[in-house]
């Protein structure tokens, strides 16, 4: 083995296949869904969009929760206590993936998307509620199409430590694209949200039952053996 004098060799691990053979019972239930978006106009597109894309994951076989951010404090303008703050936090809890699908408003997601990211911690005790989560990434738009919201969701997501799939749904004048019923009209646009939706079940049967070992980092290792030490060295003391 190459000499590497400044790692601690007690921490390293060298990833290997029969580790993932190795992690546990398979998770069997549906894949549990969390759907969120962006605007509270009567007529939202990023809603109407989140609705499609729900029940396209129905017909997959995912459980599937929609959070309606209606009522939703700024971040810091209420407590952690607030009923819809607990229900946001309960429900990425109970999730194992989620969609964000946000309205391009200003050349960026909107301001209430990023008020439903930003209430989401990244920490609850020592559980990180995101970590290893696969996300699925969409915008409507009112104009031509762009993908500056998705890009910023895609930070956040890897902010987050969540898995983010490759595929994403960026939809054009998301009012030529709806019925007077709220249904998508068969198009491209809808053909891409199939996609980023059956990409992102295959993603979550793929990495659920071992998203822990997939996160897993030498330097949160060794940052919790120093704890560790630390505290055994006080104890004794």
Same mark, same amino acid.
């Given at each position: 083995?190459?000499?590497?004098?400044?790692?601690?060799?007690?921490?390293? +691990?060298? !990833?290997?296949?029969?580790?993932?053979?190795?992690?546990?019972?398979?998770?069997?239930?549906?894949?549990?869904?969390?759907?969120?978006?962006?605007?509270?106009?009567?007529?939202?597109?990023?809603?109407?969009?989140?609705?499609?894309? $729900?029940?396209?994951?129905?017909?997959?076989?995912?459980?599937?929760?929609?959070? *309606?951010?209606?009522?939703?404090? #700024?971040?810091?303008?209420?407590?952690?206590?607030?009923? +819809?703050?607990?229900?946001?936090?309960? #429900?990425?809890?109970?999730?194992?993936?989620?969609?964000?699908?946000?309205? $391009?408003?200003?050349?960026? %997601?909107?301001?209430?998307?990023?008020?439903?990211?930003?209430?989401?911690?990244?920490?609850?005790?020592?559980?990180?509620?995101?970590?290893? +989560?696969?996300?699925?990434?969409?915008?409507?738009?009112?104009?031509?199409q762009s993908f500056n919201a998705v890009n910023q969701m895609r930070i956040l997501g890897r902010w987050m430590r969540m898995l983010t799939i !490759? *595929?994403?749904?960026?939809?054009?004048?998301?009012?030529?694209?709806?019925?007077?019923?709220?249904?998508?009209?068969?198009?491209?646009?809808?053909?891409?949200?199939?996609?980023? %939706?059956?990409?992102?079940?295959?993603?979550?049967?793929?990495?659920? *039952?071992?998203?822990?070992?997939?996160?897993?980092?030498?330097? $949160?290792? +060794?940052?919790?053996?120093?704890?560790?030490?630390?505290?055994? *060295?006080?104890?004794?003391?």
């Open positions: 083995m190459t000499a590497l004098p400044n790692l601690d060799a007690a921490l390293f +691990k060298r !990833p290997l296949t029969r580790d993932f053979a190795a992690i546990g019972s398979q998770i069997t239930h549906p894949p549990r869904v969390l759907l969120l978006y962006g605007s509270l106009r009567e007529r939202s597109y990023s809603k109407l969009c989140t609705l499609e894309a $729900e029940r396209l994951l129905q017909a997959m076989g995912a459980e599937t929760r929609v959070f *309606n951010p209606s009522g939703l404090p #700024l971040v810091d303008d209420a407590p952690e206590s607030h009923p +819809k703050v607990q229900e946001l936090r309960e #429900l990425v809890q109970w999730s194992e993936a989620m969609v964000w699908c946000s309205p $391009e408003r200003h050349g960026a %997601m909107t301001g209430l998307m990023k008020t439903q990211i930003d209430w989401i911690p990244l920490s609850v005790g020592a559980v990180r509620p995101t970590q290893g +989560k696969t996300l699925a990434v969409m915008q409507v738009s009112g104009g031509s !490759p *595929n994403q749904s960026s939809v054009a004048k998301a009012f030529l694209e709806f019925d007077e019923a709220g249904r998508m009209k068969p198009s491209s646009y809808y053909d891409r949200i199939v996609d980023v %939706m059956e990409e992102l079940i295959k993603f979550t049967l793929l990495t659920r *039952n071992s998203a822990a070992y997939l996160v897993d980092r030498y330097s $949160e290792r +060794k940052e919790s053996a120093a704890e560790l030490s630390r505290r055994v *060295n006080q104890a004794g003391i």
